[in-house]
């Protein structure tokens, strides 16, 4: 009962993007809606982060664009509210990787992760192609982590491949791994995929990009994200799990108003310490948040 009753734990937003298609190259933008194609700074975010009492962020890079990841860093040498950077490295070309990763850990150790969108890539099974298999090895070496885009049942199996091959690569699955939301899932390949990834200790996943489709009530959107959810808090289990906002993306679905409430309500049964390291706890263990950014 004495940790029902204490004070809740810090909330991180594990998820969270910054882009200038001025600055860096976005070609999954082009063309898309206008309501997130521009750019977006942290200042934008701010007065929904403090609305809902978010502490910090993690910024992902939304672009394979080196320039992309310096407006990261820029933007968290100017607001302590960047915990951590995600940032990117051409894991195709081993030699520019291992350059980058010591840079990143000798100069920017505000970088806590790499993330590619290996799901514009036009192999889905580019992740298993032997230099992309070098430049994550020398990923693993780091000590930083890896986020993975899988918005494909191939994405999921090539990340259980990379598991076996590099057991101590600290994995996180993004948006659960894009698990069907029109549905209880259970028909889908995700449903054991998924599972079979939680299998590795070191695989996590964020609790973010979840968008049922249609029309409704905010309680049928809780319906229809609920399985996959309660799915990932079984197989993965709260410790390794970890919120995520995905703004600016959310803009299209209602951004923070309808997620935060969203999210909040898949965690209410949860108890307190287990509400506390999905809101936060286990993406600071995760990116070692609580590490000096510089």
């Avoid at 976005?26 to 609305?51: H, K, M, Q, S, T």
């Avoid at 070191?202 to 996959?228: D, F, I, N, Q």
């Avoid at 600016?248 to 999210?263: E, K």
Wanted: aromatic residues 6%; proline residues 10%.
């Amino acid at each position: 009962m004495g940790n029902e009753q204490r004070e809740p734990g810090p909330v991180v937003d594990a998820h969270l993007h910054v882009w200038d298609p001025a600055l860096a190259s976005y070609p999954w933008l082009v063309g898309g809606p206008p309501v997130i194609n521009r750019a977006f700074a942290l200042d934008d975010a701010v007065p929904d982060l403090e609305a809902a009492g978010v502490d910090s962020v993690v910024l992902v890079q939304s672009a394979d664009d080196v320039a992309d990841t310096e407006l990261m860093l820029e933007c968290a040498r100017k607001d302590a509210r960047v915990a951590g950077v995600v940032a990117y490295a051409p894991l195709q070309d081993p030699e520019e990787t291992g350059r980058l990763l010591d840079r990143y850990r000798s100069a920017e150790p505000v970088v806590r992760g790499i993330r590619v969108l290996v799901h514009e890539q036009p192999d889905p099974w580019w992740l298993l192609r032997d230099e992309v298999i070098e430049g994550l090895t020398a990923l693993s070496r780091s000590g930083l982590t890896f986020d993975l885009v899988a918005v494909l049942p191939e994405h999921l199996r090539a990340a259980l491949r990379v598991s076996e091959l590099l057991p101590d690569l600290p994995l996180v699955l993004d948006h659960l791994g894009h698990p069907p939301l029109d549905g209880d899932g259970r028909q889908g390949e995700w449903w054991d995929l998924v599972a079979a990834v939680a299998r590795n200790p070191r695989a996590h996943a964020k609790v973010s990009g979840l968008y049922p489709g249609g029309p409704g009530e905010p309680s049928e959107a809780v319906a229809r994200v609920r399985p996959s959810v309660e799915h990932a808090l079984d197989v993965f289990g709260p410790a390794r799990l970890m919120y995520g906002g995905d703004w600016p993306i959310s803009l299209l679905h209602g951004g923070y108003p309808a997620t935060w409430p969203l999210a909040t309500e898949l965690l209410s049964g949860l108890s307190r310490p287990e509400r506390d390291d999905v809101l936060g706890g286990t993406a600071t263990r995760f990116y070692r948040l609580d590490e000096p950014r510089r």
